[in-house]
Nanobody
Framework: QVQLVESGGGLVQTGKSLRLSCTLS????????MGWFRQAPGKEREFVAY????????NYADSVNGRFTISRDNAKNILYLQMNSLNPNDAGVYYC??????????????????????WGQGTQVTVSS
């Protein structure tokens, strides 16, 4: 059974940083593309960041580009999201997601929720002003 477990969320002040982690079990981590999404109250879940199976291709939402960094440790089956210069617009529940494919970048599908077969339960990020 595939399981994704996020951690690292919390309450921070504007301008501060957080690092989220996502541990995958039940699937070969180093063969699949993975992503981070977030959902603010009353809003749809939106794409944040993407990493292909070998972490050679990364993509970011415009709103986080230059502030957030996605990375993965294939030896430990962990996906990370380093979030710097946080602001209240970054608040929400952050979800880790795993695809059944190794690469979604060629088709531009990495932003599409339905391309990801597995989802974590989410971790809350709150940013105070």
């Amino acid at each position: 059974q595939v399981q994704l477990v996020e951690s690292g969320g919390g309450l921070v002040q504007t301008g501060k940083s957080l690092r989220l982690s996502c541990t995958l079990s039940g699937r070969t981590f180093n063969s699949i593309a993975m992503g981070w999404f977030r959902q603010a109250p009353g809003k749809e879940r939106e794409f944040v960041a993407y990493s292909n199976w070998i972490d050679k291709v990364r993509n970011y939402a415009d709103s986080v580009n230059g502030r957030f960094t996605i990375s993965r440790d294939n030896a430990k089956n962990i996906l990370y999201l380093q979030m710097n210069s946080l602001n209240p617009n970054d608040a929400g529940v952050y979800y880790c997601a795993a695809s059944n494919k190794g690469n979604l970048a060629d088709s531009g599908a990495f932003r599409t929720l339905s391309e990801y077969a597995y989802w974590g339960q989410g971790t809350q990020v709150t940013v105070s002003s």
